[in-house]
C-alpha cells in the first residue's frame, strides 16, 4: 500500500489539508501557516510527502517525510 501524499490547498478564505485522491478536507483552518503546520504532523506520521499550494493553486514547496530514494549526501 502506497503512502498518499498530504496537500495544503486553499478552500474558499480559508485553506485545507486533503489527502491525496480524497474528494473531502481532511482539516479546514483559516491560515495556510496552520495548516502546513497541521499537515506537517499527518505527513511525519504517515511517512509521506507534504505538498503546498500557493492561493492560485500551483505548488509552492514540497516536503518529504517518507523515505528518500535520494536522500543529500554530507
Same mark, same amino acid.
Given at each position: 500500500? $502506497? ?15 486533503? +489527502? ?18 497541521? %499537515?506537517?504532523?499527518? $505527513? /511525519? ?11 492560485? %493553486?500551483?505548488? +509552492? ?5 517518507? /523515505? ?7
Amino acid at each position: 500500500m $502506497s503512502k498518499k501524499n498530504q496537500h495544503v490547498v486553499p478552500h474558499g478564505d480559508d485553506w485545507a489539508v486533503k +489527502r491525496e485522491g480524497a474528494k473531502r478536507a481532511t482539516v479546514v483552518v483559516p491560515t495556510q501557516k496552520e495548516a502546513i503546520d497541521v %499537515g506537517r504532523e499527518i $505527513s /511525519k506520521r504517515n511517512g509521506s510527502e507534504l505538498i503546498i499550494h500557493r492561493p492560485d %493553486g500551483t505548488i +509552492r514547496d514540497k516536503d518529504s517525510h517518507g /523515505k528518500d530514494p535520494y536522500p543529500p549526501k554530507g
